[in-house]
């Protein structure tokens, strides 16, 4: 049969038979970045965006996603224009062999689209159900963390906010956040 | 944020590169042979591409997805088959027949293979990837007439398509003949146990081998008089005899990538393997060997891999794909589920262990015993070397030990099979030693960490206790480089072990557990690693390396040493690695000798291309040879500043006027030296006396890996490793019912720590120099998988007085503890 | 459209797009070994048999074969068991870049065929509309000479079990006389 | 290592030493010089006797691998359809999109407009490119696969907005499959303002001819070039005072000569394969003979650093000189950048025969002073080449047609010899086997042939007075500085080949034949070739031995499909002792594989063959090492051999299979068996050839039929006889070609005229003659085995053999090729004419 989706952004008809996985047709279809860890939905390395929700893509069948738009590690950013979150990972060592990588980091954006600035606890909650082997969760934690704080970065810069220095305004919006001030349009 | 706060730690600590610094004397003592013996100990302001926190060279791919791993190179392959295993449902028996029809009839299927193909080699194999001829019995046959465990490949399948295959799989009928199985190692070690192979199912057969008694090696070593030392401690009032005993469970090693292979025969005739593996060399051999095929029509390749762990230091699925390849005739891919993985492929061999010692009231260590009862499963893939280890790697902690014995049985049962998992036997070993070192302090009342720092390692130590299994006094080894103290120390303040904190709660109390630990760096006198330099006209360097990166780093590692002795940057070297065509040989990625063995090749061959680079340099700056040296892209002159650059050497040599050359370089390297890495390993726990329930507060490992080529990639071992460790510890196991059916199908059911199961962990590096090391390093990888069982036991007696000896503690392992505490104490 | 082949021995319906030619098809087959080396007709290296004729596969439409039975050089023989005609030209040293040979074997093939035992001339005849760039054509006419004087000494044996006749000799005989006609 | 690293000796006792050799030097084909000028210095810089390794020098019976008719290693996949060119490995990429490209319509002038819109909005495309893109660079370069800086000038964009030719690429296209690119082309609309344009060399040269290139539009100019006029070089050289002796007593001859446009016609096409890899690798599966010259030049091209790509080179179908230029690698690189996806490109035929390369059509001036006694005073040689549109190895290609053929006369006194290199607006030239020789040997063999006649002396006496022997230092070679380099002859075989051809041919006993009109006539030439470019190659390989024995070579050399690859492993075995099969070739593949000058100016088997000799002897020496440990014998008694390590005292051996498992797993110590070898030199050892033609002619119509072409070949020792005759008849082929072929005709607008090879006139299996190949072996002690070059040397010879034999046979002389019936009778009647008016 012919599903319709849209694939990071482009619309797509795919071959699928009924007992496809999304990963099935999406590994197919050239989008590898996705792996198959357990087909049970319990390793996390297929983690992809459904509709804005982080999805394991092997336990979902494709007829779930007829006209949903999905979105791979394919989708967020290059080798020479990482996405933040791609970069905090790179940056934080945060990567042995890599196998897991691609789902980790869909689940951290789709954390950080709902919380832009979560705390330890809830990275390592969010990122609960993505196993690694390699890293022992720790510098993964820490991008996600780091990877925040750039994002956070980001807007203001869309703002067209007046550019800090990266450390000073972490430590300016962490603090901001709690106290629920608006400093950061008036300066100090 | 973990660069700063290493930039923090090195200047707060300024003995951080401390043997130097720290001991004058003992500096002294390193005679003027050790200078001669180093001639690139590099001081920090030297030092230009190692100990610097290089990007992973393949890391930005990883994040994007780009990376290829064995199972993403389909698209390459439109005539793909895809492969499936048949596999025995019951633990003992033979095949009595394979019902094959059925299947072959369906649409799709292009080859279905089973034991009585002529297709499938009969030659007996072991599929454990190491040195030839393998330490490991030839036991095994590709498809398995008799089946010795619920798991054994019977037959296999390749069809158009995954669906297919299962499909097809699913209709293949098996009738067995059973036979009696066992599952316990001390009852198959019985004389009347059921016995898993005949005499001749067996070749290559390991010392000590008794298959009548299922034993398939037994090994036994000593060092001076251990019988008379503890005949003399007994009868002794200052001295005494301690004797403990320890249970491991198997462990899986969860590798991310399930094993996956492609093999193929490629235009140029070649039999080709695209496969997750850590021996490509080996593997080579092997496949030769099995099919018969000469070696030089074999190609391994490694793409990206999806770790490791010592499981992929197997052959395990590969001889599978081939059969099916050639009965196909097209290129098959085998791909195991993480049903597989978690039922049918490879473990940690579970282990029972017994130690004594004999100690005097000083604190002396006297005599060291430990026993050890391997179970290697249905098979011995890894048995004995994997048993030997166990007390290889920590006796060496206390190398000034008079009497040292050390022995082991490995025994077969119808379970799943163990072989090489990182650590390889040194975490049970570890388990055994340490948590009984600190059992001995404590109820001798020492401190344990003062206890054993009078009797541990120090720089300058023999070290025979690492050779005792072996005849003669060649692989007895001078200890050269040792930061234990100083990873004792500083793991000692960073953990707060003098003012801990106890909790407000009654019911809650908190302890810390020490557990020193020692690997080594590549298998002493069985190792071999080759490289190759070409220089390209621009400046920069292909390394073709036969060493294999199986996700830790190691390719960028390479970059950095070889970037080191050039005078470039890591990113002007192209490091081409672990294909049997295009790269030199290597033993492969296992017993923590990448960086030591495959990294000093490397080393060797860039210093082969460097004289080039200066004879070159010699004939454009008009200065002799011996006052030029690399550096800055380019080769300079320390007599008159005047430098020439790299790009400039290459455009020259290669297009140059009067002469050309293409400046190659090539190295070597096999050694019988095998330096242990030093650790400590902390553990902060809280112990509800009410629950049995305990939770880890910090994880703390300073470790001493020599020179750390890569500090940042080092930590990724380190925290990897503990993770592991942890696991160990608190949470793997795999069980079985009364039939040998696994009860752990996947993730689901098998306890690996989530982020929300891990503690704060930090790790400290403490530098030493090893002078056989390349830039003075030595291994990492495997030294953290050691230290979490014995001090998490160690912080659960610190904290409530008990002690647990089988893995995994649970909190009804505690309450029981507890319970026969409060008994006893009644 | 759909059109069946039966390629090499196998039955197949392939996609083929009306304007498509066979030689494209094939090679998307996987049937590497019809080469193309012209726009069409003119270098012989697309050659193959169609129902037995000697075909240049880029030269016909894919169509036009719907239900016919075709072979390539990757039918004749293996790497480990040549066809004479192979074997003639490997040990004659007449390939060098390769690229024509598919089709200069099949050539030779159906030359063989219809006349096991060919003049000099008439085997450059035969090979006429194959284009070399390599050989001058001197070893592989040599080869085609060679592969006729092995392919009917086994017959000569194998066929009529009559006493085995080196090549040679008989190549110069056949040249040399008239075809049995004459009294020698 | 080089010569000039020899111990020098006098002057006068090497002249006496070379008398007291005569007789060697006779046995070799050669006799001594009675040279005693004082030019000792030169002799001294360039010794006979070279200093050659023990093993280089093996007598036949002593070889176990070189000099067997070696089975060529791919063969066997070649006849069964197995083996892989570029366009093969589609398959591997399901995403490949293919190339299409927009090329000039006009002979000259500029594009004002592009309308990719019809072609963008298709189905289909991927990317349409024009001039203007980004992913196009507008950096001039040179396509001359050449050594760095090239010798030719940057004159080229890979998209042109000034189009110069008609078949200058202007856009181009990547569609999901071959029609919809062929569409997408055609529905490109170009607009051009057209400038005047000029299609003969020599009107391009006048001053006020329309001019291809404006001032400042050519980078890396080349010597003596001069665009007002569309030169795009001028070259020359002399030696000792030609204008003196052609002004003294003498004979002066004066003849002119044409050559054809020579298509390479290489059967597979030029293609490229062009994508990234998973390790963000450029690259390229090309059909090329110049890996690593297409990866430097694409670096430099697209500004990517030379370390990001990867060129390699699977089978390929047929170079000649055609592939030693990055000539199509551009566009589909371009367009794999612009989509992101794999892009092959494959030119059509018809591309292949207006928009590549072809052979530089010449037109050359010979001029001879000779004595009476028939003493050649001087020989002054001068060519006119027309380079086409673009000046790839313009230069370097006419610079040949005097530095090959004229050292055949080495020892005549006075030489010179001047070349102009004119632009016009036709397709492009560009490297082609001979590389300029053909035209020179032409020129010069068909005048001397000439001259002979007009003396009445015999063609062959008159030639053997003055040819080239042992011991002679050429300094005509070298005479123009740049590629050429003063040079000793250390072997020549010309006496035999000579002979020899003699015989074959039936030169003393020509039967004629009995109808009146048919004149039966033979006519030889002779030649000599390079054997790599001098002073300017650079080869290397690397050998890395398996466990079981066997070996793994990885070499940069490029093999074309003349069996380079079979040479490397004959070469490798002979030194390692073991079986050819026991080798496994890995060649020309930039990531993988050693640096290499590549395919070309016939250096292969001299050049990448002596780095594989050096890399197995590397090698060796670690297997001689472990052999004495395992036998526990000196190094010095042990010999590779049978697979084997065996002892010469002892008589005991190991094989190599045990040396390979003990040094890769032996308990001591344990080594990975490594060799490497890096090989270049300022020498370039001529191989020669003597041509021999039997023709007969009918005067009634000028009729002619070629009865037999024999060639005789000394290339040294050859390595693998089968092969090295493969190379002369195939050679042969091609001169034949030119000697009979109209080429690649153009119309007044300069088009071509052939699109296919039903309109090309390649010789076919029954228009070509037979060829017979003789090998005359001699011993290069600078070459691997004693081995020089064949691949080009009788690609030179037929033309001139060909004007002669109807000179012979007729008595008429064609000097512009074609040699036609029509000429020859156009000729006679002239004749006829001329006769009748006396």
């Not at chain 1, 996600?144 to 807007?155: F, K, Q």
């Not at chain 2, 592991?724 to 696994?742: I, Q, R, W």
């Not at chain 4, 111990?7 to 006792?13: L, N």
């Not at chain 4, 992913?135 to 940057?154: F, R």
Request: charge should be negative; hydrophobic fraction near 35%.
């Amino acid at each position: 049969m012919e599903i319709e989706l849209e694939i990071n952004g482009v619309e797509q008809t795919v071959e699928a038979s009924k007992s496809d996985s999304l990963l099935d047709v999406l590994r197919r279809n050239g989008y590898t970045g996705a792996k198959r860890g357990c087909d049970t939905g319990a390793c996390g390395f297929c983690t992809v965006h459904v509709d804005g929700e982080p999805v394991k893509s092997c336990v979902e069948p494709v007829t779930k996603v007829r006209d949903a738009s999905v979105e791979t590690i394919e989708g967020l950013g290059e080798q020479d224009d990482l996405h933040p979150v791609q970069q905090a990972f790179v940056d934080n060592t945060a990567l042995q062999c890599g196998f897991c990588i691609p789902g980790m980091i869909m689940r951290a954006t789709a954390l950080l689209e709902t919380n832009p600035d979560p705390t330890e606890q809830e990275v390592r909650e969010a990122l609960s159900d993505n196993l690694c082997r390699c890293t022992g969760y720790k510098k993964i934690v820490e991008a996600v963390l780091d990877a925040a704080e750039r994002m956070d970065g980001g807007t203001v810069a869309a703002d067209g906010g007046k550019a800090f220095e990266g450390n000073e305004r972490v430590a300016n919006s962490t603090e901001c956040a709690v106290n629920d001030c608006d400093c950061m349009e008036g300066g100090q | 944020m973990s660069d700063s706060d290493r930039a923090r730690e090195t200047s707060e600590q300024p003995d951080r590169t401390g043997v130097e610094d720290a001991a004058p004397a003992e500096a002294e003592k390193e005679s003027e042979a050790d200078v001669a013996r180093e001639p690139d100990r590099k001081p920090e302001s030297e030092r230009d591409a190692i100990t610097v926190d290089e990007e992973k060279d393949d890391a930005r791919k990883i994040v994007t997805g780009e990376a290829r791993y064995t199972a993403d190179y389909r698209d390459r392959f439109p005539d793909l088959a895809h492969g499936k295993v048949v596999r025995s449902d019951i633990a003992h028996g033979y095949v009595e027949s394979v019902d094959t029809s059925a299947a072959e009839a369906m649409d799709g299927v292009d080859a279905v293979i089973t034991p009585f193909d002529d297709v499938v080699p009969h030659k007996l194999y072991s599929s454990s990837g190491q040195s030839y001829p393998e330490p490991s019995p030839w036991d095994l046959k590709v498809l398995r007439e008799h089946v010795r465990f619920v798991g054994d490949p019977v037959a296999a399948v390749a069809a158009d398509d995954p669906e297919t295959a299962d499909r097809a799989a699913r209709k293949i009928e098996v009738e067995y003949r059973e036979l009696d199985a066992v599952f316990d190692p001390e009852e198959a070690f019985d004389d009347d146990a059921p016995q898993l192979f005949e005499a001749d199912d067996v070749e290559n057969k390991q010392s000590g081998a008794d298959y009548s008694r299922n034993l398939e090696s037994h090994f036994e070593g000593e060092l001076g008089d251990v019988e008379a030392a503890f005949e003399r401690a007994s009868n002794d009032e200052e001295r005494h005899v301690i004797e403990t005993e320890w249970e491991t469970p198997y462990q899986s090693h969860c590798v991310p990538e399930p094993h996956t292979t492609i093999a193929y025969t490629d235009e140029d005739d070649r039999h080709t393997f695209i496969t997750a593996t850590q021996v490509p060399f080996h593997t080579r051999r092997q496949i030769a060997h099995l099919f018969d095929v000469p070696i030089r029509d074999v190609r391994v390749k490694k793409p990206r891999i999806g770790a490791g762990f010592g499981s992929k230091q197997e052959m395990a699925i590969e001889p599978i794909a081939f059969a099916l390849h050639l009965a196909a005739g097209r290129p098959v891919k085998l791909e195991m589920s993480r049903q597989e993985e978690f039922t049918a492929l490879r473990f940690r061999h579970p282990m029972r262990m017994q130690m004594r010692t004999a100690v005097t009231d000083d604190g002396d260590i006297e005599a060291m015993d430990l026993y050890t009862l391997s179970n290697t499963g249905a098979y011995g893939t890894h048995g004995m070397t994997v048993a030997n280890n166990v007390g290889t790697k920590p006796l060496p902690i206390y190398p000034r030990v008079p009497n040292v014995r050390f022995s082991g049985d490995v025994v077969h049962t119808n379970l799943p099979m163990g072989a090489a998992m990182r650590g390889y036997g040194a975490p049970q070993g570890h388990f055994a030693v340490e948590a009984h070192m600190d059992e001995v302090a404590r109820r001798l009342d020492f401190d344990p960490i003062e206890f054993r720092l009078q009797n541990a390692v120090r720089e300058g130590d023999l070290d025979r206790s690492v050779a005792i299994l072996k005849d003669g006094d060649r692989f007895t080894r001078e200890i050269r480089s040792c930061g234990i103290r100083e990873c004792v120390e500083r793991g000692r303040e960073v953990i707060g072990y003098d003012d801990l904190e106890q909790p407000e709660s009654d019911h809650l109390h908190r302890g810390v557990g020490m557990a020193l630990i020692a690997q080594g760096s590549g298998v002493a006198g069985k190792e071999l690693g080759a490289a190759q330099v070409q220089m390209n006209e621009d400046g920069s360097f292909h390394l073709q390396v036969g060493g294999v990166d199986t996700g830790t780093g190691a390719d960028t590692m390479f970059s950095q040493i070889a970037a080191e002795v050039l005078g470039c940057t890591p990113e002007d070297i192209v490091v081409i690695a672990a294909d049997t065509d295009l790269t030199p040989f290597d033993y492969g990625a296992y017993a923590s000798s990448t960086t030591y063995i495959s990294g000093r090749a490397v080393k060797n061959a860039a210093e082969d291309a460097k004289e080039r680079l200066l004879e070159w340099g010699s004939n454009l700056l008009d200065e002799p040879p011996d006052v030029l040296d690399t550096g800055d892209g380019g080769v300079y002159s320390e007599r008159s500043g005047n430098r020439v650059s790299l790009e400039e050497i290459g455009y020259e040599a290669t297009y140059g006027d009067d002469e050309r050359e293409h400046i190659l370089g090539d190295g070597n390297h096999s050694t019988d030296e095998s330096p242990p890495p030093y650790g400590a390993q902390f553990v902060d726990v809280t112990v509800d006396t009410e629950t049995g329930e305990y939770e880890l507060n910090k994880l703390v490992f300073a470790a001493d890996c020599g020179v750390a080529i890569n500090p940042a990639l080092v930590e990724g071992q380190i925290e990897g490793g503990e993770h592991m460790s942890l696991e160990y510890a608190t949470s793997g196991d795999l069980t079985f019912d009364e039939d040998g059916n696994p009860e752990v199908l996947g993730f689901r059911q098998y306890g690996m720590p989530r982020t929300t199961d891990h503690p704060e962990m930090e790790t400290i590096l403490v530098e030493t120099h090893e002078p056989t090391g390349p830039f003075g390093a030595k291994s990492i990888a495997e030294l953290p998988t050691n230290g979490v069982p014995p001090a998490l036991s160690n912080a659960i007696r610190d904290a409530v007085g008990v002690r647990l000896t089988d893995l995994p503690f649970t909190a009804e392992d505690v309450t029981a503890a507890l319970h026969e505490q409060s008994a006893g104490d009644e | 459209m759909d059109i069946e082949l039966t390629i090499n021995g196998e039955r197949t319906r392939v996609e083929a797009g009306s304007a498509e030619d066979l030689a494209t098809v094939l090679r998307q087959h996987g049937y590497i070994g019809v080469k193309c080396g012209c726009d069409g007709g003119a270098c012989g290296a697309s050659k193959v048999f169609v129902d037995g004729e000697v075909r240049m596969a880029c030269g016909m439409a894919a169509a036009d074969a719907d239900g016919s039975e075709i072979q390539t050089v990757a039918a004749l023989g293996t790497q480990d068991d040549l066809h004479p005609v192979q074997q003639a030209f490997v040990d004659n040293f007449a390939v060098q870049c390769g690229f024509c040979i598919p089709g200069m074997v099949i050539q030779a093939v159906a030359l063989l065929d219809s006349n096991p035992d060919p003049t000099e001339r008439e085997v450059r005849e035969a090979l006429d509309d194959n284009v070399c760039r390599c050989t001058g054509y001197q070893k592989p006419v040599e080869a085609v000479l060679d592969a006729a004087g092995r392919t009917r000494g086994e017959e000569s044996v194998a066929a009529d079990g009559g006493r085995s006749v080196d090549g040679a000799p008989r190549r110069a005989e056949s040249t040399g006389c008239c075809g049995g006609e004459c009294d020698e | 290592m080089g010569p000039r690293a020899e111990p020098s000796r006098p002057a006068a006792v090497e002249v006496s030493a070379m008398s007291d050799d005569d007789e060697t030097a006779k046995a070799d084909g050669g006799t001594a010089s009675q040279s005693e000028t004082v030019e000792d210095e030169r002799y001294e810089e360039h010794p006979l006797e070279w200093d050659e390794p023990d093993n280089n020098d093996k007598a036949p019976d002593e070889r176990d691998s070189v000099s067997h008719r070696t089975e060529k290693y791919d063969d066997r996949k070649l006849v069964t359809g197995q083996a892989k060119y570029t366009a093969d490995y589609e398959a591997r990429y399901p995403d490949l999109a293919y190339a299409a490209v927009v090329r000039s319509e006009i002979p000259h002038g500029r594009v004002t407009d592009i309308d990719t819109s019809a072609a963008e909005a298709m189905d289909g495309v991927d990317a349409v490119l024009t001039p203007e893109s980004d992913a196009v660079p507008d950096t001039k370069y040179t396509s001359a696969g050449q050594s760095y800086p090239e010798p030719s000038p940057w004159d080229m964009r890979v998209l042109n907005e000034h189009v110069r030719y008609i078949g200058d690429p202007i856009a181009a296209v990547a569609a999901e499959d071959r029609s919809t690119a062929t569409a997408a082309v055609e529905a490109i609309e170009v607009s051009y303002e057209e400038d005047d344009y000029v299609t003969d060399p020599e009107d391009a040269f006048d001053e006020d001819a329309p001019q291809l290139f404006e001032d400042g539009e050519v980078e890396n100019e080349i010597v003596g070039h001069d665009y007002d006029r569309n030169r795009m070089a001028h070259i020359g050289g002399e030696l000792g005072d030609v204008d003196a002796a052609l002004d003294g007593d003498t004979h002066v001859h004066e003849t002119e000569w044409e050559t054809i446009r020579q298509s390479h016609a290489n059967v597979e096409k030029h293609t490229s394969l062009a994508y990234t890899d998973e390790d963000d690798r450029h690259v390229l599966i090309t059909s090329t003979q110049v890996p690593n010259h297409t990866r430097r030049q694409l670096a430099h091209l697209f500004d990517i650093p030379i370390r990001d790509i990867r060129v390699t080179k699977p089978r390929v179908g047929g170079g000649f000189g055609g592939k030693q230029a990055m000539v199509v690698e551009p566009i589909p690189l371009a367009l794999s950048l612009a989509t992101d996806r794999p892009v092959l490109y494959e030119a059509s035929r018809e591309e292949e025969f207006y928009a590549m390369r072809s052979r530089h059509p010449m037109k050359v001036r010979a001029r001879t002073a000779v004595t009476d006694d028939g003493d050649i005073e001087a020989i002054d040689l001068y060519a006119l080449s027309n380079t086409g549109a673009y000046g790839s190895h313009g230069m370097t290609v006419a610079g040949n047609v005097g530095s090959k053929p004229m050292p055949l006369y080495s020892k005549v006194p006075n030489a010179r010899f001047e070349a102009d290199i004119v632009h016009t607006n036709t397709p492009q030239t560009g490297a082609m086997r001979g590389y300029g020789a053909p035209q020179g040997t032409l020129a010069l063999e068909g005048h001397l042939d000439e001259v002979a006649r007009d003396l009445d002396l015999d063609p062959i006496e008159f030639r053997r007075r003055h040819h080239m022997e042992v011991g002679d230092l050429d300094e005509i070679a070298g005479m123009m500085g740049g590629e050429g380099a003063n040079r000793r002859i250390r072997s020549c075989g010309l006496d035999e080949c000579i002979e020899r051809g003699k015989d074959a041919i039936g030169y003393d006993d020509l039967e004629q034949p009995d109808d009146d009109h048919l004149h039966r006539g033979v006519g030889m030439a002779l030649s000599a070739q390079g054997t790599g470019v001098a002073g300017d190659e650079l080869g290397a390989a690397q050998i890395m031995m398996n466990e079981d024995g066997s070996f793994h070579l990885q070499v940069g050399g490029v093999d074309i499909g003349t069996g380079a690859d079979t040479a490397f492993l004959q070469i490798a075995a002979e030194v390692l002792g073991c079986d050819e099969d026991d080798i496994i070739v890995k060649s020309s593949d930039t990531d993988v594989t050693p640096f290499d000058y590549g395919a070309y100016a016939s250096s292969t088997t001299y050049i990448s063959g002596m780095a594989v000799k050096k890399a197995a002897e590397d090698a060796k020496e670690r297997i001689l090492d472990w052999g004495s440990k395992l036998l526990d014998e000196p190094v010095e008694a042990l010999e590779t051999g049978g697979g084997t390590v065996y002892s010469e005292t002892s008589g005991d051996s190991v094989t190599l299979e045990e040396i390979g498992y003990e040094a890769a797993y032996g308990d001591e110590e344990r080594e990975h068996i490594l060799g490497k070898g890096t090989h270049c030199t300022e020498e370039s050892p001529p191989p020669f050839a003597a041509q021999f033609a039997d023709v007969t002619v009918d005067e009634t119509t000028g009729e002619f039929e070629v009865h037999k072409l024999v060639v005789a070949v000394d290339c040294g020792v050859a390595i693998n006889p089968g092969m090295a005759e493969g190379q002369i008849e195939g050679a042969n082929h091609m001169s034949y070609e030119m000697a009979v072929s109209e080429g690649i005709t153009l119309d007044d607008e300069g088009r071509a005229e052939v699109a296919d090879f039903d309109e090309y006139g390649l010789p076919s299996a029954t228009e070509t003659p037979p060829i017979e190949s003789i090998l005359v072996e001699t011993h290069e002690p600078t070459g691997p085995f004693g081995a020089k070059s064949v691949a080009e040397v009788p690609t030179n010879t037929v033309p001139p053999a060909l004007s002669n034999a109807i000179r012979d046979a007729v008595g008429v002389r064609i000097r512009e090729m074609p040699i036609t019936a029509e000429k020859i009778e156009a000729k006679l009647d002239e004749r006829e004419a001329r006769l009748g008016d006396l």
